[in-house]
């Protein structure tokens, strides 16, 4: 497709840039899932909840009460009778009522507000422990974006349900079923009179709703697609500089922002309606109170003060009823979000711990893989029978070609996932009868990539074991020799640095990674060794910095540079998920195999240097 196509219409979205669009926006009415999330108001029924339900109440009573005092007793009565002391009263009375009626509602508002804000904040972290301790597999099948969308902007979307909806919806049928009792009581045949436009109202409004509900449904997708798109933008700004494609993205980003205005001006276009839409209603039940009314009037069959309360009544009709549609929507969007954040919430580790699970207590760190085949979606083979046994204290380097299984051997140790067949040992008990966090706290991982958390160095060093003092973390940064370049930055130990760490340079990550690792003093050290070319100087620091962490510790480091390779106790080659060859450097050298022509290759290639 040529270039300029690609992107000359908002339609036009290339396939670089499909983002998929997993989520509805809006979902049927569920009541199993409404009673699930009404399950989140539970620790409020004895306070705040109550309290709520009672100022509504009040705001309800003073609301119902205020135009029958006005028609039957201040029109009727007091006015009728010319009788002033009783309109004095009554006018004093309605003005407690209405100074009750703001007290109360004024507490409404604030209660419910913080309902809201508790309920939202108890979901959010719940969502958020809960998501922590998924195991791996749940991040394999998901970007980061769209998690924290979950946990971002559906939760949001709930806010403002706890917040006024599911009281507004309360207060609104009261007030409906309320209104509609009085006015029967009042006069059965003009509320008939005056209500007969409610079915056809009722019709359009509906019909109404749905078309600006959809306009309002594009407009999100649209937004979600400027969201990802902007995420994916900046997140990779530099490859995008790097390939000069700027102008593109610049042009893609037009595209959406405009279809978004678009969408959103339709959206708003509809909705403008609706107001209008609400007041007609109101219109034509007020011309015709005021014709068949005033008839009654005339003809003697109805007060004028019964008049002035139906006409009160009429005019409080129609914000209950156009106020439930807004609800109805918010509902319909809260379905959509809560079905999406309990199904984060119900999904289980596929990582289990035994109720009986044992806890390590020297860890001496033997390792042995049993016959372990493994697959990661039970389709492809990932290892098949591998069977290796590591001493404690030893290292050994996993080598082999890209795909071969040397990180899926690392998730095993760390118990990320369990094998699919046979069994991973570590001081002779299988994995799946231990307790995974004590696991996890005898083994370090350092990973090629090292991730650097927003915060100072003292604290990402501080990472690997959060109750050392900041002595133990000098310590362990002068053992791997991170001490020096810390001490070069702006603030030594305390600069701060940005998530994932970009002013430090590779080499200094992973020194940093070292000092976290060393920190932490694990058993067992897996090492992800970067493939990232380090000068030389830095190069041999590294490889200094590494001996002393390797120090009294099993490690398993998934090897690239001969250097290292060369020093581990025991090298295992691997090849699509097999064990190829196993020895140290000089056996297998000596046998002339799969490791003796890669170490051939590079030294082939140091040779043309
Ligand atoms: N999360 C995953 N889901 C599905 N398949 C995976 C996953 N991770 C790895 N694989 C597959 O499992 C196989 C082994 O991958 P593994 O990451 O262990 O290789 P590796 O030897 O560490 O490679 P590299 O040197 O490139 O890191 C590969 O075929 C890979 O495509």
Known sequence: MAKHEKISSEGAYTKR????????????????QMARLLNYLKPYTKTLVPAAVVAMLVNMIVRLSVPIIIGQYVVDTAIANRDISLLTYLIIGISVLYL???????FRIRTVNVLGQRTIHDLRKELFSHVQRLSHNFFDNRSAGSILVRILNDVNSLQELFTNGIINLLMDIIMLVGI???????SPQ??????????IMFYISTKLR???RHSWQDVRIQKSRLNSHLNESIQGVRITQSFVQEEENTQYFKGVNGS????????????????????????IGTVILIAYGSHLIINGAFAIGTFVSFAFYLGMFWEPISRLGQIYNQLLVAMASSERIFEFLDEQPNVEEKKNAKTFNDMQGHIAFDHVKFSYDDERVALHEISIDIKPGSTVALVGHTGSGKSTIANLISRFYDPTEGKVKIDGYDLRDMKVQNLRSNISVVLQDTFIFSGSIMDNIRFGRPEANDEEVIESAKIVGAHEFILRLADGYDTEVEER?????????QLLSFARALLADPKILILDEATASIDTEAE?????????LLNGRTAIMIAHRLSTIREADNIIVLENGRILEQGNHDELIEQEGEYYSLVKSQFEMLDEL
């Open 540 to 548: 041999m620091k590294i490889q200094e910095a590494l001996r002393k």
């Open 180 to 186: 509609i009792v009085i006015l029967f009581a009042l």
């Open 100 to 106: 009750a009626n703001f007290i109360a509602n004024r």
């Open 501 to 509: 760490g970009n002013i430090l340079s590779a080499g200094e990550r």
């Open 210 to 212: 749905r078309n600006i």
């Open 190 to 199: 003009l509320a008939l009179a005056v209500l007969v436009i409610l079915p």
């Open 260 to 283: 978004n205005f678009e969408k959103e001006r339709l959206a708003m276009k509809k909705s403008a309606y609706f107001g209008p839409f609400v007041e007609m209603s109101n219109a």
């Open 17 to 32: 840039f499909y983002y998929p669009q997993e989520n509805a926006v809006e979902k049927p009415f569920n009541w199993s």
